[in-house]
Nanobody
Framework: QVPPVESGGDSVQPGGSLRLSCAAF????????MVWFRQGPGEEREGIAA???????RYVDSVKGRFTISQDYADNTLYLQMNSLKPEDTAMYYC?????????????????????WGQGTQVTVSS
């Protein structure tokens, strides 16, 4: 599986916005559960937003109402619009595909079962 390529990370001030992109290189005919993960300094990697092919979205509480996950299905580019950024959002951000049914269970936040990771894109929120 070709690793995804994330981009769009930057250094911003608290309250700012960023839009992350992910080129996923996936079969456009196959359903996946697409997930954005992040890993802060000294922390474990965790899923923060997921998107199923039927439009179902999942968010962890810490980003709900501030982040929006979306996808262009023509080329499988995944996006994460991040608004009202906080210092605690500082992390390396990764995208990944997992089995489509994981979007409907609690397992979507887990790193287990992810076959391919990209290099990630760094987001730093600081004044």
């Amino acid at each position: 599986q070709v690793p995804p390529v994330e981009s769009g990370g930057d250094s911003v001030q608290p309250g700012g916005s960023l839009r992350l992109s992910c080129a996923a290189f996936l079969d456009t005919e196959t359903r996946y559960c697409m997930v954005w993960f992040r890993q802060g300094p000294g922390e474990e990697r965790e899923g923060i937003a997921a998107l199923a092919r039927d439009g179902t979205t999942r968010y962890v509480d810490s980003v709900k109402g501030r982040f929006t996950i979306s996808q262009d299905y023509a080329d499988n580019t995944l996006y994460l619009q991040m608004n009202s950024l906080k210092p605690e959002d500082t992390a390396m951000y990764y995208c990944a595909a997992r089995a489509w049914y994981d979007c409907y269970s609690g397992s979507w936040t887990q790193t287990r079962g992810i076959l391919s990771w990209g290099q990630g894109t760094q987001v730093t929120v600081s004044s």
